[in-house]
């Protein structure tokens, strides 16, 4: 009997072979074939069953897959690129559960116009990194869990699925794991079925939403503070203690802004709950799962003595994964070339919800110190794209994502709420949330809505801002005469040799030393625009083109406003973020090779004895740190040097707050050099020095051991023995790992890149957020005789790392590899790299957009020579 039924099976796959062979495939999805399964499928819909057992190295799993298809003159590819099929049925038709390409073939001859389903039994992998489902073991008390991620196609690594985002389904889920263990997913878990020592947990059908935003977490989890009205939150058994004071907070500003969110769009919130997942090692902030947001653990659970400015981060990180809920879950852009249209709009409502539900926090100063600089100085490097960006292959979508979706996106939404006033701009969001609702849209979709709410040409102001790379550099010039403005004059040119001309929305400011400032709002989209509002009115001591952060491009002081913006510049100024704009503007100036370095750090000197405003005294700590350890040499530097110590030290134990403290704290941390510095490292881990009102926490410490060993302190390896044997907790591993990466001599830097090459599934492999710890460690500024040699190795690594890490792992490894250099040479090797043929142009991009900090630094330090 037996035998015979293979014979028949064997038959039955040669007739359907020889009815109709296998296209060839591609590896990823490329964008042709999502656009031919979206036009011939709807209706899908995936039950889910998985069994999920302790240590296991894969996840069985059993999957049927309803959908509805319009024809069947061509095959179906469904995608699944990581574990193993051993049974498939097509509408009851056995077919060759074989993979090519990461697709299994769906001939033609098993499919009918109508309605299908697939049955399929499959089991995937699990992987500390690298892999779709992602086991952390917990050494605090040796419990494992699991979790899923499949942004932005890695669902076909977890199950078969058609893994594009255009194509939304409903979910069907049911999870068989340990009786101790809970499981969360995008629905509130149903029935469950104990059969001990397992049990199965029902979830119900979900809305329709996107395969990467279909999601699982499974474990011991707790869940803290559980309050009516409130989301549920979910962490470690073993860190139920330190998360119980935070997350009163987090559940607070999350239900508070989901009401708000819920009525600036006039949609209720999408999904049925709502749960957030802290998840320990999570490669992201946070990921906003349809119903079910995880949340990178360590920013919610403070590693190191948590300042207002980090608990303000986990307010944007906790209201961005919100917004999400209705900016990306409920209407989801179509393809990811259209990554902003969730991402830049999520950062976006983020500051926007926070500016009105705590108005005390300034979250357009914020706007302007966190969200602003990253984008600029991408968009002034070649490497840089538009905001719309061609996606070819879902496989290269990692490449979109960085600060010009997360930063640039939202900052140009500011301009443009700005153009078209407040009423017009919500209206607008509104209707694209009405039209698109549980389905995909477009950019060209979002701004055919605020031209019907704002009646304006909006489609100029986006070709010009979304389609285009780059931004423009923005100058003044002004002339006086009797005490009265005569001429005034700003000029935009591109940053890059495209020659664009930009629409431009903004706020002049005049400066007066004894009145009130004035603004002028202007609306320009020539190259030079003769501002004649300002004529005539009295000579200002400065001008400023910028005032309210509404436009975005890198304005520059003019020679006179520098010189004369000093009195703004001090912790008195009545305006945060003007001051805040100020100081940034004269960090451009050194940015641009424009001022000497040194004239920007004696600037800091002077002023930070008495700064008041924490985020700034973090801003000219670092940029002075930078200043040091990248521009001057090391004559110019050791002058410098003392004084900064000695001024961040006296900070850290005399600030009028705990914040304060804190950021002077960590100034002081990576300043520190000189011998009586480092003793005071030393003091502060025995406990003889303290700071007021701050407990070092774990990461504090061994960032402390970490600066030691890389200065090549004579007491840093008994340091590094005695605060093993002191941290006990599960954290401590990584960190001690990552603080010997800076040990100064070539024996471990050897070591150390050898564990950067081995592949993530190896099982030698150190998970993914060990080595991202430990990057920029490894590549400590003043060890580039022992870094260099490893540049080129890093950049072959390339294409592996895109390949096989999580989006941002590419951009920690080349910032850190490249960050760490400084000299010509160096320069010459990336040169020398980026000449060879036939780099993937994703790579390249990136590169160029990483490496421009280094030409920078080599044009600074020529035109600034220190020795």
């Known amino acids: 009997m037996l035998r015979c039924l293979s014979a028949l099976l064997a038959l039955t796959f040669a007739a359907i072979a020889a009815a109709q062979s296998a296209p060839p495939s591609q590896v990823g999805v490329p964008h042709e074939l999502a656009q031919e399964r979206a036009a011939r499928l709807s209706d899908l819909r995936y039950e889910i069953a998985l069994t999920m057992r302790p240590h296991a190295a894969t996840m069985p799993g059993h999957e049927l897959l309803r959908f509805h298809l319009s024809d069947t003159l061509e095959p179906l590819l469904l995608d699944y690129r990581a574990g193993t099929i051993t049974a498939a049925t097509v509408n009851g038709k056995p077919i060759p559960p074989a993979i090519q390409n990461g697709h299994l073939f769906l ?180 990921m906003e799962h349809a119903g079910a947001t995880f949340l990178n653990e360590s920013g919610v659970l403070f590693r190191s003595a948590p300042t207002a400015a980090d608990r303000f981060s986990r307010n944007i990180l906790t209201l961005h994964e919100l917004s999400h809920q209705w900016f990306g879950d409920l209407v989801t852009m179509r393809w990811f070339d259209d990554l902003w249209l969730k991402e830049g709009f999520a950062q976006y409502m983020a500051y926007r919800a926070l500016d009105s539900l705590d108005p005390a926090s300034k979250p357009w100063k914020y706007f302007y110190e966190t969200i602003k600089p990253p984008a600029y100085r991408i968009d002034e490097t070649e490497g840089t794209t538009p905001i719309f960006q061609l996606i070819p292959n879902l496989k290269d979508a990692k490449s979109a ?42 950019w060209s979709d979002l701004i055919d809505a605020f031209h019907t709410a704002s009646g304006q040409d909006v489609r100029a102001w986006a070709d010009a801002w979304v389609v285009r790379r780059g931004m423009p550099e923005v100058t003044a010039n002004w002339t006086c005469n009797a005490g009265k403005l005569t001429t005034l004059t700003l000029t935009q040119q591109d940053v890059l040799p495209d020659h664009y001309v930009w629409p431009i929305s903004d706020e002049l400011l005049l400066a007066y030393p004894n009145q009130p400032a004035e603004r ?31 436009a975005y491009g890198r304005f520059l002081l003019d020679a006179k406003s520098e010189q004369a913006i000093t009195e703004a510049l001090q912790p008195t100024a009545p305006d945060p973020l003007l001051r805040s704009m100020l100081w940034g503007a004269l960090w451009d100036n050194v940015h641009t090779a424009t001022t000497a370095p040194s004239a920007y750090v004696d600037r800091v000197l002077a002023n930070l004895p008495n700064e008041t405003d924490e985020t700034l ?157 430990s990057l920029g460690v490894f590549n400590t500024w003043n060890q580039q005789p022992l870094t260099e040699p490893y540049l080129t190795p890093a950049l072959n690594q390339l294409p592996a790392i895109k390949r096989d890490r999580k ?61």
């Open 107 to 286: 001939p033609s001859a098993t499919l009918i116009p109508g309605d299908n389903t697939v049955d399929l039994t499959f089991a995937s992998p699990i992987a500390t990194a690298g892999a779709a489902i992602t086991r952390y073991e917990d050494k605090d008390d040796n419990s494992e869990y699991l979790y899923s991620l499949f942004v932005p196609m890695d669902a076909s690594m977890a199950f078969p699925c058609f893994d594009q985002p255009d194509l939304k389904a409903r979910f069907t889920l049911a999870v068989d794991a340990p009786g101790q263990w809970t499981v969360i997913a995008n629905t509130a878990p149903g029935p469950i079925e104990h059969k001990a020592p397992y049990a199965t947990t029902h979830f119900p059908e979900t809305r329709p939403i996107s395969t990467y935003l279909f999601a699982f977490a499974a474990g011991p989890w707790v869940k803290v503070h559980p309050t009516q009205g409130e989301p549920d939150v979910y962490v470690r058994a073993s860190q139920r203690r330190r998360a119980e004071p935070e997350i009163p907070q987090l559940q607070e500003i999350t239900a508070r802004g989901m009401a708000w969110l819920t009525d600036y769009f006039q949609q209720p919130f999408p999904f049925p709950k709502y749960d957030i997942v802290l998840i320990p090692g999570f490669p992201f902030g946070g």
């Open 401 to 442: 994502y960085g600060a010009i979706v997360y930063q640039k996106a939202p900052s140009i939404l500011k301009q443009l709420q700005f153009r078209l006033g407040d009423e017009a701009f919500r209206n607008g969001i509104r209707i694209y949330l009405e039209q698109h609702a549980y389905s995909n849209a477009r």
């Open 807 to 867: 989006i941002f792992y590419l951009g920690a490894w080349l910032g850190a590899f490249l960050g760490g250099q400084t000299t010509p040479q160096a320069e010459a090797a990336v040169k020398r790299w980026l000449a060879k043929p036939n780099i993937d142009r994703d790579l390249r991009l990136k590169v160029l957009e990483n490496a421009d900090e280094l030409t920078r630094t080599v044009k600074i330090r020529t035109r600034f020579p220190t020795n």
């Open 520 to 550: 002028i709002r202007l609306n320009w989209e020539t190259a030079h625009v003769a501002v004649k509002q300002a004529e005539g009115k009295p000579c200002p001591a400065y001008v400023f083109a910028n005032a309210g952060d509404q």
């Open 617 to 773: 005294a973090r801003i000219e700590g670092g940029h002075a740190t930078t200043a040091l350890h990248i521009y001057m040499g090391p004559k110019t530097r050791a002058a410098y040097v003392p004084r900064l110590e000695a001024i961040a030290s006296d900070r850290m134990i005399h600030a009028p707050t705990t914040g304060l403290r804190i950021v002077s704290f960590r100034t002081f941390a990576a300043v520190a050099e000189t011998e009586a510095a480092r003793a005071q490292l030393k003091q502060l881990l025995a406990g003889t020095l303290t700071i007021p009102g701050v407990d070092l926490r774990p990461l504090d410490r061994w960032t402390l051991v970490g600066r030691l060993i890389a200065l090549g302190d004579p007491e840093a390896s008994s340091i590094y023995a005695a605060e093993q044997k002191r941290d006990n907790t599960g954290d401590a591993p990584k960190y001690a790992w990552a603080a010997l990466a800076g040990t100064p001599d070539a024996a471990t830097k050897k070591l150390y890149f050898q564990a950067y090459l081995e592949p993530p599934t190896s099982p030698q492999a150190k998970p993914e957020d060990w080595l991202t710890q």
